[in-house]
């Protein structure tokens, strides 16, 4: 496993990050305590170091398994991400949301959960569409400042909202969000409208969820295997299944699963991108773990972008006008240098 940095920041994680929502068998599935700790040897023992849970996953009970193993390991080899924003009980209107007393109640139920001091990354889970963004940044800061939260990042929040936020953080000299994280893969391409570009321009890294489409692109429900998606999801479309048919084509060609061809393409867009793998037995880690030895080719990667082509809208189809670009760079478009 190769490590990146996360953000701007100094952080060094793995360019995988173990995702484990799955950890715990509420609601009827997911992995029991002696396999995710299983898991969570597999992905430390190929170098594996970035860990992502939140609050809600599994009840509370991911934070609680993660906090067991952790106390039996090296807890600060591990770079471990929570969140806060979804409720925990439906009894204190402040028991959900982004507002400070929820953000201040939530972090000290993690930590008590996950045995630890500090959280690395704490994500807000999703924007709630009332709290200020500078009470949230504050509240961030001042659990950084008190040694419980290392770094901030922000997850499921419109662009326009994490960019005045990070612009305020760096005026007022509080703690940046360092991470992006949304729905991303070749299904969900709809972030390169605006949260992909913003979040380069602010030097994040996206770390993407579901970037097997729900495990849709591993070609399963192609082979007609059952799970735990709807029939009426647009991840069983027809659209869907033209680009996972690609996926599948070059799996097959390159003696891979089709799995590993649709994280790696989320890794080869040009942005820093460190997808979430999550599993709930440690072979399907294993094979999610064998992305990292595989390369598509240029032909592969064009496939792949052509059938999962989204129309960008107004400004991004805009700009790609030959019109627009001849008369913005007065005829120099293909000769100018542009920025990445």
């Known amino acids: 496993?190769?490590?990146?940095?996360?953000?701007?920041?100094?952080?060094?994680?793995?360019?995988?990050?173990?995702?484990?929502?799955?950890?715990?068998?509420?609601?009827?599935?997911?992995?029991?305590?002696?396999?995710s700790f299983?898991?969570?040897?597999?992905?430390?023992?190929?170098?594996?170091?970035?860990?992502?849970?939140?609050?809600?996953?599994?009840?509370?009970?991911?934070?609680?398994?993660?906090?067991?193993?952790?106390?039996?390991?090296?807890?600060?080899?591990?770079?471990l991400a929570t969140k806060y924003t979804l409720k925990d009980n439906t009894t204190n209107p402040n028991a959900s949301g982004n507002n400070r007393k929820n953000m201040m109640r939530s972090v000290e139920d993690s930590l008590k959960r996950l045995k630890t001091d500090f959280i690395d990354v704490l994500y807000l889970h999703i924007w709630d569409?009332?709290?200020?963004?500078?009470?949230?940044?504050?509240?961030?800061?001042?659990?950084t400042r008190q040694?419980?939260?290392?770094?901030?990042?922000?997850?499921?929040t419109p662009a326009w909202v994490v960019a005045k936020g990070?612009?305020?953080?760096?005026?007022?000299?509080?703690?940046?969000?360092?991470?992006?994280?949304v729905e991303y893969s070749l299904l969900a391409r709809t972030p390169e409208r605006e949260l992909i570009p913003m979040a380069k321009h602010f030097g994040m890294t996206i770390t993407p969820w579901a970037p097997l489409g729900g495990g849709?692109?591993?070609g399963k429900y192609l082979r007609g295997e059952q799970g735990r998606?709807?029939?009426?999801?647009?991840?069983?479309?027809?659209?869907?299944?033209?680009?996972?048919?690609v996926v599948v084509s070059i799996a097959d060609e390159l003696g891979v699963s089709a799995g590993n061809v649709a994280l790696k393409w989320t890794t080869a867009q040009g942005f820093s991108c460190i997808p979430i793998v999550g599993a709930t037995k440690a072979n399907q880690l294993e094979d999610n773990l064998k992305t990292i030895d595989i390369s598509l080719s240029s032909e592969h990667l064009q496939k792949l972008d052509e059938v999962s082509a989204i129309q960008l809208g107004f400004p991004g189809d805009f700009f790609r006008e030959e019109a627009v670009k001849?008369?913005?760079?007065?005829?120099?478009?293909?000769?100018?240098?542009?920025?990445?």
């Open 229 to 245: 998606i709807k029939p009426e999801s647009n991840r069983l479309n027809e659209r869907s299944e033209n680009i996972t048919k």
């Open 166 to 181: 990070n612009t305020l953080a760096e005026l007022m000299g509080w703690s940046q969000f360092i991470a992006l994280q």
């Open 216 to 218: 849709a692109l591993t």
């Open 147 to 156: 040694g419980k939260v290392n770094y901030v990042a922000i997850s499921d």
């Open 129 to 143: 569409d009332i709290t200020p963004i500078d009470e949230i940044l504050r509240a961030m800061d001042d659990l």
């Open 326 to 340: 001849t008369n913005t760079f007065g005829g120099f478009y293909d000769r100018v240098e542009k920025r990445t």
């Open 38 to 79: 299983a898991i969570m040897d597999t992905f430390a023992n190929a170098g594996g170091n970035f860990l992502d849970t939140a609050n809600i996953y599994k009840l509370g009970t991911s934070e609680k398994i993660i906090g067991e193993y952790l106390s039996n390991h090296d807890r600060d080899y591990f770079v």
């Open 1 to 35: 496993m190769k490590y990146k940095l996360l953000g701007r920041s100094g952080l060094k994680v793995s360019e995988l990050c173990l995702g484990t929502m799955g950890f715990g068998t509420e609601a009827g599935w997911g992995a029991d305590k002696d396999a």
